[in-house]
């Protein structure tokens, strides 16, 4: 990365080389949902750290709708484990057969091992932002908080973090734990720690759940 500062100009545009753009592919190659996490701890500090870089991302109208809720209490992380585990259960009686099969024998979440949890919420009834970009499309509140959980991941695991999202949860339920206003909507439960193990390939296709496609088959010109 290279940047030049003028002063009387200010800063110029900042570039960055064809090594940085290798490294960067190479970030989003290796970004995983990690489901299995070692008992080592997190360094104080870090997942308020990640949560700093997330709040750089975009948001519609400037608006900055993520909430983040660090849920360090021992009985209200049971709790949601518990939630998983029956929403896990629900899940599993809506397939059958081999399906089924493949499906009980899944690691969907890593909220056991995992010595970080964050909960993240949108808060879509604010007044920052004035309303700009969301009288069409309300939802692009949602859809920057996700922007902003994606700059998190990356971020972490630039740092050797791994991060699982886990959506098997009731949200009503885990508002309700985390002593929520039902005004922010939930979007996220993160298990964050060090993974027990790297790889380039989604879990889920290691397990045969489903293949990576490519991007030719999500595209279309007009």
């Known amino acids: ?49 990640l949560i700093e870089i997330a709040c ?20 209200r992380r049971r709790a949601v484990i518990e939630d998983f585990r029956a929403c896990n259960a629900d899940a599993l009686r809506s397939y059958s057969g081999e399906r089924a099969a493949k499906y009980a024998a899944l690691k969907l979440s890593g909220l056991e091992e995992a010595p970080g949890h964050l909960a993240v919420f949108a808060e879509k009834t604010d007044l920052i932002g004035a309303g700009l970009g969301r009288a069409t499309m309300p939802e692009t509140s949602e859809y920057s908080v996700v922007a902003a959980i994606c700059s998190m991941w990356l971020a972490a695991r630039a740092e050797g973090i791994g991060i699982g999202w886990v959506s098997i949860l009731n949200p009503e339920r885990i508002h309700d734990v985390l002593e929520i206003p039902h005004s922010w909507k939930f979007i996220g439960y993160l298990c964050i720690g060090y993974p027990q193990t790297e790889c380039d390939r989604p879990e889920l296709e290691q397990a045969k759940w489903e293949s990576r496609r490519g991007p030719d088959e999500f595209t279309t010109r007009r």
Not at 4 to 31: C, N, T, Y
Not at 60 to 67: E, K, N
């Open 56 to 75: 750089l991302s975009p948001s519609v109208g400037l608006s900055q709708p993520w909430r983040f809720v660090i849920v360090d209490d021992a009985s």
């Open 1 to 49: 990365m290279k940047s030049k500062i003028d002063p009387a100009k200010g800063p110029a545009m900042v570039s960055f080389d064809d090594a940085f753009r290798r490294q960067l592919h190479e970030l989003f190659v290796w970004r995983r949902d990690v489901r299995r996490f070692r008992a080592d701890p997190l360094p104080d500090g870090t997942i308020e750290r």
